[in-house]
């Protein structure tokens, strides 16, 4: 790390150089090609060009953005690309916890998975980026916690109580002094130990896929044609046909009445269906909690609604022809 003050760049050169004599004199070798330059020039007045840096003959890469640590540091000093990054991986274990889900695990271990998983990755040195990251950097995390949410259907602690818990832990770390004895430890060594690789499947988005864009054009289909017919029927059956007293009308009423309860429960489905459509593409539910639960509840709710409603017009229809009056 070295400083350039005035646009004079010779004391930063200078110890580059003095880096790499300091290497040659204790038989080490810097690899160049992983070696790489990041320059933080925090003056917005005007765009300065350096020269590049050569160690030992060869010219030393420069980047806009390097990984120290797990934290991906820009050249602007901001945390958009670190955040986007801990979003990326957050999204993919959610994956596993919908695949946990799907096998009927209880929250608690649901969310135990959670927090060893995709919390740890969200909480990871939150205390150095999380303050100075903007109000969209820190939305894209929330909604990464607010899917896990979905899935668990439990309440998580959200980003901003978790920096203030880990800082806590810090300062109450800082006052704790660390003994350690290793008397009781044996030696051991490393060295032939094999290693399982295992591999995950990642869920993709929607993107790309034949499949998937052909369900989100039959579920769009669905939609359009659902929400117009259904919406005829309603508007027909509840507000066009006038009551009558006879007996004949009463029966007509008494049918109208069904099919229009039908229509209602169809037409709910379909006013619901672009929240499926949205998850299906984006492989996210970016909706929220209540819309998730709610969701849930209304296609429940119609599925048995409309198994209820078909049984009765088969009943009714079985009685009129087999007792007809």
């Known amino acids: 790390m070295g400083l350039i003050s005035d646009n004079d760049e010779r004391a930063y050169l200078e110890e580059i150089k003095h880096v790499e004599n300091w290497c040659q004199e204790n038989n080490l070798l810097l690899n160049v090609s992983k070696t790489k330059e990041l320059l933080v020039d925090c003056s917005k007045k005007q765009e300065w060009h350096y020269q590049a840096v050569r160690i030992n003959g060869t010219t030393m890469g420069r980047v806009d953005s390097f990984r120290y640590l797990g934290i991906h540091i820009s050249q602007d000093l901001s945390w958009s690309r670190h955040t986007n990054s801990l979003a990326k991986k957050a999204r993919q274990c959610l994956y596993h916890l919908r695949r946990l889900r799907d096998f009927r695990l209880p929250s608690k271990v649901l969310r135990n998975f959670y927090t060893c998983t995709i919390e740890s990755i969200l909480m990871g040195n939150i205390t150095v980026w999380f303050g100075n990251s903007t109000k969209q950097d820190r939305q894209a995390l929330q909604r990464v916690l607010r899917s896990a949410e979905c899935i668990t259907h439990t309440e998580l602690p959200d980003l901003q109580t978790s920096e203030t818990s880990d800082e806590l832990t810090l300062l109450t770390m800082d006052s704790m002094d660390f003994t350690l004895d290793y008397s009781d430890y044996d030696n051991y060594t490393v060295d032939n130990l094999t290693y399982e690789e295992v591999s995950f499947r990642v869920h993709p988005t929607c993107s790309g896929e034949v499949l998937c864009i052909a369900l989100v054009v039959i579920n769009a289909l669905i939609f359009l044609l659902g929400i117009v017919g259904n919406g005829m029927v309603i ?46 593409v984006k492989g996210d539910w970016v909706f929220g909690l209540f819309l998730c639960k709610f969701q849930s509840f209304i296609m429940f709710i119609n599925m048995f609604s409309s198994i209820f409603l078909l049984l009765i017009i088969s009943m009714d229809r079985c009685v009129v022809v087999m007792f007809p009056v």
């Open 235 to 280: 508007w027909i059956a509840g507000f066009k046909m006038k009551n009558s007293v006879s007996t004949t009308w009463m029966k007509k009423l008494v049918n109208t009445t069904w099919y229009l309860s039908l229509a209602v429960s169809d037409f709910l489905f379909c006013a619901f269906l672009p929240f499926h459509v949205v998850y299906l």
